[in-house]
């Protein structure tokens, strides 16, 4: 069994996958996010390290409150980036008959060697997947996160056609992301897949600040506002998010 390095655990999440999830925050991530609100996450060094076994323990501790849909979700930090922890934990969840959810960037993935192979394994004890869309613009998405998406936007597809589902996730960050033309590429994109059971618009907000002075980094969308109500609504309309809003009924 392969130690992950972790930044931190949440025993009750809402958020993060189908009912009530058991969320596990790995350290390390390759993307410089300029809306990141955990910058504290970066650097996989100063991560905890802990077993898939002590985690899986800790985890089944809380089961009965987890519902019919929920389970474990490991989010970041990018939990890509430790593809033996992942399938080392997620097959001991699903020897326990436990749903399994990744919430991830896609920033390290690759079609490529050893690292493909392992993803592919991952998968087969991978239920579901949270993929953030950063910014369909590719040029726009190099400023904003410090990597290119072609990569990320392969992994898409490569999701799509193992019919792997997924929720898509869209931050909305004035003058970066809700511009109209920018929504619209956005939802031609996620029409083209035939694996997304949902779509959140999911509003910039400012609380991270706090942590970038603390750890003597710039913040990048220093006076940023955050997006209106109007504009939130928008974005959820161009998106069609009220289509996918209907599986959850």
Known sequence: MTDGYIHSIESFGAVDGP??????????????????????TWNMAEGKKMSPEEI????????????????ITVSGGEPLMQLDFLIDLFTLAKKEGVNTCIDTSGG???KEGEWFKKF?????????????????????HEKLTGRPNANIIEMFRYLDEIKKPIWI?????????????YLERTRDFIRSLGNVERVEILPYH??????????????RLEGTPMPSQERVENARR???CNKYDAWQK
């Not at 899986?56 to 389970?71: C, F, H, N, P, V």
């Not at 996730?169 to 033309?181: A, I, T, Y």
């Not at 400012?206 to 913040?219: R, V």
Request: contains cysteine.
């Open 169 to 181: 996730r869209h931050v909305l960050v004035p003058g970066v992301s809700d511009k109209d033309e």
């Open 120 to 140: 592919q394994e991952l998968m087969k004890v991978t239920d579901i997947l949270l993929m953030d869309i950063k910014h369909i613009d590719p040029a726009e």
């Open 56 to 71: 899986i323990e800790d985890a089944l501790k809380d089961r009965a409150y987890w519902g019919t849909k929920g389970g």
């Open 19 to 40: 009912g009530m999830r058991f969320i596990v925050f790995t350290a390390g991530c390759p993307l410089r996010c300029a809306f990141c609100h955990n910058p504290d």
């Open 108 to 110: 390290p993935f690759t």
């Open 238 to 240: 161009i998106l069609e």
């Open 206 to 219: 400012t609380l991270g600040i706090a942590k970038y002075k603390e750890l003597g980094i710039p913040y």
